[in-house]
C-alpha cells in the first residue's frame, strides 16, 4: 500500500495483540472512498496474507485500519 500512510495504533488496540502475528496500523485519509479502501485493502488481503482486524472511522473521513497475518519462519512453504 503505497499511497496509505502507516500510523500509529488507537488508544485500546494495543492491548489485544498477540506475539503469533504481525500486526500493520494504516491510516487512510478522507480523500479515499470506501470502495478506494475496499478494493486496496482487498489487494493486500490477496496478494500479501493481510486480513483485517479493525477500522475506526473518525469526524474528518478518515479511517484508521489494523491488518494483520500469521508469522512465518524463514524457509517455511505455505500449505497447498
Not at 492491548?15 to 475496499?38: F, I, N, Q
Amino acid at each position: 500500500m503505497t499511497t496509505v500512510a502507516r500510523g500509529r495504533m488507537p488508544a485500546g488496540w494495543a492491548g489485544d495483540l498477540s506475539d503469533e502475528y504481525e500486526w500493520v496500523p494504516l491510516k487512510l485519509p478522507p480523500d479515499v472512498t470506501r470502495l478506494s479502501a475496499s478494493v486496496r485493502l482487498s489487494i493486500e488481503a490477496q496478494y500479501r496474507g493481510w486480513e483485517l482486524t479493525r477500522v475506526r472511522l473518525y469526524t474528518d473521513g478518515s479511517r484508521r485500519v489494523l491488518l494483520r497475518r500469521k508469522k512465518t519462519t524463514l524457509g517455511e512453504q505455505p500449505a497447498l
